[in-house]
């Protein structure tokens, strides 16, 4: 019964914050202009070929990578 409670309890904490990374990437608006678009994280323009890529895209790779990794720390903290 507790992996089966334990199970759920991951799945709901996988699904929570799946919930919110979506969130998160619908309020982030693109800073963009007649020259590109530009990085939230450090300002650079991006690559026009990553948001060819991922249209989506509001950070350059390096940026992108860091956010990632972050969350990957953060689940790795919990055990999960």
């Known amino acids: 019964m507790t992996d089966l409670i334990d199970c ?5 904490d996988a ?6 990374r979506r969130q998160r990437k619908l309020v982030e608006i693109p800073d963009e202009d007649e ?3 530009y990085c939230l994280g450090c300002t650079s323009k991006i ?3 990553r948001i060819e890529k991922t249209p989506e895209a ?3 790779v390096p940026c992108e990578t860091v956010i990632e990794n972050m969350g990957k720390e953060k689940k790795g903290k919990h055990g999960r």
């Open 47 to 49: 690559d026009p070929r």
């Open 35 to 37: 020259s590109g678009r």
């Open 58 to 60: 509001v950070r350059c």
């Open 8 to 12: 759920a309890a991951t799945e709901t």
């Open 15 to 20: 699904y929570i914050a799946d919930c919110i």
